[in-house]
C-alpha cells in the first residue's frame, strides 16, 4: 500500500489560522483563503496574491519506509506581466519557515521565481534541510509562494502547480 | 489555537487526530483510508470474456480432426 499523501494550506492570523488539509485547488487571489474563487477575489492590476502557505502532508506511510525528494514547479501559461515567486528553491535554501499571516504586500519570503518545468534536485525541504526525508507521518516545510503583477498585466491566463516526492519502499 | 479543516467536506476539527479520525462526508472515507484514493472503475472487477469464441473447444478440436483425415 503506497503512502498517502495530501496537500495541506494554512490561512489567518496565526494566533487563530486555520489549517485546511486536502485542499481541492490552490487557487491565488485578493483573499487569504484556501480554494478561493479567483473570480469573486481577483489580484488587481498591479497588485500581489495573498501569500500561499501550503505543506505536504503524509497522513500515513503505508508500505513506504522514507519519503523525499520533494519538488515543486508550476507549467502553463502565467502571463506576460506576472511573475510566480516561492521559497522554494535547489540551492541556497533558505529552511524551514514559521507560519507568518499571508500577506498581499511584496513577500519578504517567496523572493525566487517558481519554477516552470520540474527541477533536477529537490527544492523544498523537510525538517529545514533538502536532503530531508519523513520516515513517519508528518509535514514538509511550508511553501511558500506569491503571484505578482505589474499594472499591465492582464486575466485570462492560468497554470497548473506540480508536487512531487519519492518514495521508498 | 489552529483549527483542522478538511478541504473536502468543508468540517472543522480542532485537533489533527479529530480530522484523521472523521469520516469525509464528501469521500465517504477517513483521510487515511486508501480506498480513499482508489477510483470506482479500479475498485470493481469485471470479469473478463473470451472474445471470438463461438465454438467450444471440443468441438474446435473435432473439426480439425475430421479434416485432416480428409
Known amino acids: 500500500m503506497a503512502a498517502i499523501v495530501e496537500i495541506d494550506e494554512q490561512n489567518g492570523k496565526v494566533a487563530s489560522s486555520i489549517h485546511t488539509h486536502n485542499i481541492a485547488n490552490s487557487n491565488m487571489g485578493s483573499a487569504d483563503a484556501s480554494s478561493l474563487d479567483p473570480a469573486k477575489n481577483p489580484i488587481a492590476q498591479g497588485a500581489n496574491s495573498y501569500e500561499k502557505w501550503q505543506l505536504i502532508h503524509v497522513v500515513s506511510m503505508g508500505t513506504a519506509t522514507s519519503i523525499s525528494n520533494l519538488k515543486v514547479w508550476r507549467t502553463g501559461s502565467l502571463g506576460a506581466h506576472a511573475n510566480h515567486l516561492t521559497n522554494a528553491r535547489t540551492t541556497s535554501y533558505g529552511g524551514a519557515e514559521n507560519f507568518t499571516t499571508p500577506t498581499n504586500a511584496v513577500s519578504t519570503v517567496a523572493t525566487q521565481s517558481m519554477p516552470t518545468s520540474a527541477p533536477t534536485s529537490a527544492n523544498l525541504g523537510i525538517g529545514g ?6 520516515t513517519s507521518p508528518g509535514y514538509s516545510d511550508f511553501l511558500v509562494h506569491q503571484i505578482q ?15 512531487s516526492y519519492d518514495e521508498t519502499s | 489555537m489552529v483549527k483542522h479543516l478538511c478541504g473536502q467536506c468543508s468540517k472543522k476539527f480542532s485537533s489533527l487526530s479529530a480530522y484523521l479520525k472523521h469520516k469525509c462526508s464528501a469521500t465517504e472515507h477517513t483521510p487515511a483510508e486508501i480506498e480513499h484514493f482508489q477510483s470506482p472503475s479500479h475498485a470493481a472487477t469485471t470479469p473478463i470474456k473470451r472474445k471470438g469464441t463461438i465454438f467450444p473447444d471440443e468441438e474446435i478440436l473435432e473439426a480439425i480432426a475430421e479434416a485432416r483425415k480428409k
Do not use: C
Not at chain 1, 534541510?129 to 519523513?134: C, E, H, K
Not at chain 1, 503583477?149 to 508536487?163: C, E, F, H, R, V
Open chain 1, 129 to 134: 534541510s533538502l536532503t530531508g526525508s519523513l
Open chain 1, 149 to 163: 503583477t505589474d499594472t499591465s498585466a492582464i486575466s485570462g491566463s492560468s497554470t497548473s502547480l506540480n508536487y
